[in-house]
């Protein structure tokens, strides 16, 4: 897992984050939002490493879930903070394209999973 696409992606991605809410509090002076984008977005990555130790094949799914669910929620805030006019639409068309991918990758990943294992509900 540790050098998969999906955990890859989802670390840089987190690490994109974290630069973002930095930004978004140091130059914008926006913190309850960017809070919230910085837990979601850093979220997707920390399950995707904790489906690497799942106990069975229903808590590898649901790890892999969650984060997807994570990304969807990051999603929301990047949208509420360009609605709000907090950040610009140069940088929400950047930074909601990369969520995009890692929403992508966890359903291809999920969907790849549940073809190769039948018995997974």
């Known amino acids: ?14 690490v ?13 002076k926006e913190y ?9 977005g850093t ?15 229903a808590d590898f799914i649901s790890k892999l879930s969650i984060a997807l669910k994570e990304a969807e ?4 805030w990047i949208e509420l903070l360009y609605n709000s006019e907090i950040i610009t ?5 950047s930074i909601y ?3 995009g991918e890692m929403i992508a990758l966890l359903l291809s990943s999920l ?3 549940k073809s190769n294992n039948i018995n997974i509900d």
Do not use: H, P, W
């Not at 897992?1 to 991605?13: E, H, Q, W």
């Not at 984050?17 to 140091?26: A, E, I, P, R």
């Not at 309850?32 to 979601?40: G, N, Y």
């Not at 979220?43 to 904790?50: F, H, K, L, Q, T």
């Open 43 to 57: 979220s997707i990555g920390a399950n995707i490493r904790e489906s690497r130790f799942a106990q069975s094949e």
């Open 111 to 113: 969907k790849t999973y």
């Open 73 to 76: 929620e990051t999603q929301c």
């Open 89 to 93: 639409e140069n940088e929400y068309q």
């Open 97 to 99: 394209s990369d969520s």
């Open 16 to 28: 994109r984050c974290v630069k973002f809410y930095k930004y978004l509090t140091d130059e914008k």
């Open 1 to 14: 897992m540790k050098d998969s696409i999906l955990y890859s992606k989802s670390m840089a991605f987190a």
């Open 32 to 40: 309850v939002l960017s809070k919230q984008l910085l837990r979601s």
